[in-house]
């Protein structure tokens, strides 16, 4: 019976090791039209940064005696210097204390008042008359309220003075503050503040120990864009000031401009200087910044 029924079964076949296929490499595609369009976007963009360090190496006769694209055959630091002793370290001052002056409680008060809407803005009638005031003042530009601004500094008696600039800074650094600050307060899962809340948290002790640290990429993208908008503000101080010690780094271009001519060199060295706070402040919050500014994308 056993020999009858190993005959009637077919022998197994021997296992044999799987065939590997060979995966066709895709064909790589070169996109030449997009590659040379990125190079000339990036001349475009390197060359005024090219031209302006250049110039600011050069004497202000080689500039007119050279072609304005050549390296200088003997950099210099001379106009570097001469910017320096040209009251350029007051100038600074003066931009620092107005930047700093304007950005800082804007942020500050953007902050509190963005939790304040976001949180009780639904069933608060104020609240929500808040938020409508701060969304109209994202509709009246700079320009189209400068006498008014310029009469109630004179009214107020802060004329040429540096608080004359911090103040309408301020003023209209806080309505798009509040408004991306409440976009990212409002992805705050609600659970977290219920979570707060049974644990006793007050509104104050949530607001700084969860909604400060979940905003603040956002805080540090309000903080940099405001502070690069105050910084290069040349309307409110070229109106509101007049003294030469109140003037900012922008008025400070001035001080190269003679009757006849323009210094170009010296202006230029200016406008290096000018910039590296503001690089250095992009470099120290560069993380910081990218991912605020990428967060509503990705949620």
Known sequence: ??????????PKAAAQPPVKRRRRSSPVHWNFAGGLAGWI???????????????SLKLQNDYYDTNPLAPPADP?????????????????????????GAVGPAVLVSFMAAYAIIRGGAGSRFLRAVNGLFLMGLAIPLQAVIIPIYLII??????????????????FAIPLSVLVLGNFIRDVPKELFESMRMDGATEWGTLWRLAFPLTRPALVTVTIYQGL????????????????????????????QGQYSVN??????????????ILTLYVIGRRQLLSGLTAGFSK
Do not use: C, K
């Open 1 to 10: 019976m056993a020999t009858m029924l190993d005959s009637r079964t077919p």
């Open 41 to 55: 976007w990036l001349a475009i963009v390197v060359m005024p940064i090219y031209w302006i360090v250049i110039t």
């Open 76 to 100: 210099t630091l001379e106009n570097y210097r001469f910017v320096l002793e040209s009251d350029f370290v007051q100038y600074f001052i003066n931009s620092v204390i107005v930047t700093v």
């Open 154 to 171: 004179i009214r107020i008696q802060m004329y040429d003075t540096l608080g004359a600039i911090i103040l309408p800074s301020l003023a």
């Open 229 to 256: 908008t105050v910084w290069n503000g040349f309307v409110l101080p070229l109106i509101l000031t007049q003294s030469p010690e109140q003037r900012t780094l922008p008025l400070a271009l001035w001080e190269f």
């Open 264 to 277: 170009i060199p010296a202006v230029l060295a200016s406008v290096v200087l000018t910039t590296l706070p």
